[in-house]
């Protein structure tokens, strides 16, 4: 029997636990887990629409429409059915302690009791906007808008009942706290053809670049998806079997296929590379993402940073490859491929807001960066704590997932023009030690501003901050 795993990024709590596992399992609305036991407890069923078969390929998954009314009353009673009513409600600020979740954590894990919700979503804070390092609590907290949750029915990913963004999850600050740990401040991935491929690619072209009838000449373009074959996804940093990974491999997948025109964005002022490509523009084009964040908020004795700007940008450059296939950067790039690139960047919080897969990917971003700053600040300011547990991954494991290990091509043009794209190269980076190096001293923060919190909470609600 064939099997093919699909993955969902996101949640559901159905109360089950497999042996060994700490964590509660997640899934769909009553589907089974495909993830392992671990730190996160098999995210599954549905990872926003994409399949990973047993060889490792990466592929679209049809998705069961649904009516936009019967998905709101679903989504609203899970929530009321799953969630606690204290979690599902709405706070532009809630306040979440790191110390007394390894504390919980200890406590549910030595008794072999599951995680709620409330961990496994860090207190449903869906963006993270500050960090505060408390001395006088030896804690560190984190701080942002904050909502209830529940599957999205066309993709099975956990987002917000208003907001529609995931929340931040407990298995994915696992996995940025362990990197950085050991020194890994650079993650991301990359899908890039393989050089035998990319060279077959340039002998096909070479001998099929005669004048033909607009027919034979679709037929060509289909051919050259064909011979550049399944690209090989690479991951960096991270576990490749993790929910982070998986994470930075589907939103570099989904950003190819806007550029390609084979999706749509969903923002009307983002449209596909293929629609901005001239006529004779032939060429391997890459994009990846890279990170975009305003200079860092701090107080002056730098215990409280805000975090402001869009977590993530896209950047291009266009390549040539020799006759053994191996690539280069070509001379210049197009304006057609800085144009698909400046529009991506410039309109990416609304291509967030209609996209989880996008959103994210701003919270692995963010995630990596609170790693970061735990790891420059916490001795600094004064926090003996230090999150054993957090980092210990023989007693707080990591859900394991099927591995994406390669991408098919695929070739699309345009009626009318000769340009043609071939392919989804590019990638995801990381580097958080760049963002938290870039601070600005501000007096309008300060740590009055958050008040005082029961020190047995993990996390409360707090007054919005102006």
Request: with cysteine; glycine share 10%; aromatic share 8%.
């Amino acid at each position: 029997m064939k099997y093919v795993y699909v993955i969902l990024l996101g949640a559901c709590l159905n109360g089950s636990m497999p042996t060994g596992s700490a964590l509660a399992q997640f899934g769909g609305f009553g589907a089974p887990g495909a993830g392992t036991g671990g730190a996160g407890g098999g995210l599954a069923n549905q990872f926003g629409g994409i399949v990973i078969d047993p060889e490792g390929i990466l592929r679209d998954a049809p998705l069961k429409p649904m009516q936009a009314s019967q998905a709101k009353r679903l989504r609203q009673q899970f929530a009321e059915e799953r969630l606690s009513a204290e979690l599902i409600v709405e706070t532009p600020l809630r306040m979440f302690s790191l110390r007394n979740l390894e504390v919980d954590l200890l406590r549910l894990t030595s008794a072999g009791e599951p995680i709620p919700a409330e961990l496994l979503l860090l207190g449903g804070i869906h963006r993270l906007e500050y960090v505060l390092f408390d001395a006088e609590r030896n804690d560190i907290l984190i701080a942002g808008p904050a909502e209830g949750f529940a599957p999205a029915m066309e993709g099975g990913r956990l987002v917000g009942l208003t907001s529609g963004r995931p929340p931040l999850l407990l298995e994915d600050l696992l996995v940025a706290l362990r990197a950085n740990a050991q020194g890994q401040t650079w993650l991301g991935c990359s899908i890039d053809p393989t050089e035998e491929n990319t060279a077959r690619l340039q002998r096909y072209i070479q001998a099929n670049s005669t004048p033909v009838t607009p027919q034979v000449a679709g037929e060509r373009y289909r051919q050259m998806g064909l011979v550049l074959g399944n690209q090989v996804v690479t991951v960096w940093g991270v576990p490749a079997n993790s929910h982070f990974a998986l994470t930075l491999v589907h939103a570099d997948y989904r950003m190819k296929r806007i550029a390609l025109g084979t999706e749509p964005s969903g923002v009307r002022q983002v449209r596909s590379h293929l629609a901005l490509l001239a006529a004779q523009g032939n060429s391997l084009q890459r994009w990846w993402f890279a990170p975009c964040y305003q200079p860092l908020e701090t107080n002056t004795d730098h215990t409280l940073f805000r975090i402001t700007g869009p977590r993530a940008q896209l950047l291009s450059q266009e390549e040539i490859a020799d006759t053994e296939g191996r690539r280069s950067d070509a001379a210049y790039t197009r304006r057609s491929t800085e144009k698909f690139a400046e529009l991506f960047t410039e309109h990416f919080e609304a291509l967030c807001d209609v996209s989880p897969e996008f959103a994210a990917l701003q919270n692995l971003y963010d995630m990596a960066l609170l790693a970061e700053l735990i790891q420059q600040r916490r001795v600094a300011a004064g926090i003996t704590w230090k999150p054993s547990l957090l980092l210990d991954e023989t007693r707080l494991p990591l859900t394991t997932y099927p591995v994406p290990k390669f991408v098919p091509s695929a070739a699309t043009h345009r009626k009318g023009a000769r340009g043609v794209m071939v392919g989804l190269i590019g990638g995801v980076r990381i580097d958080s030690r760049a963002v938290a190096n870039r601070i600005e001293v501000t007096s309008r923060l300060q740590r009055e501003q958050f008040g005082v919190s029961d020190r047995g909470r993990v996390w409360w609600n707090a007054a919005a901050l102006r």
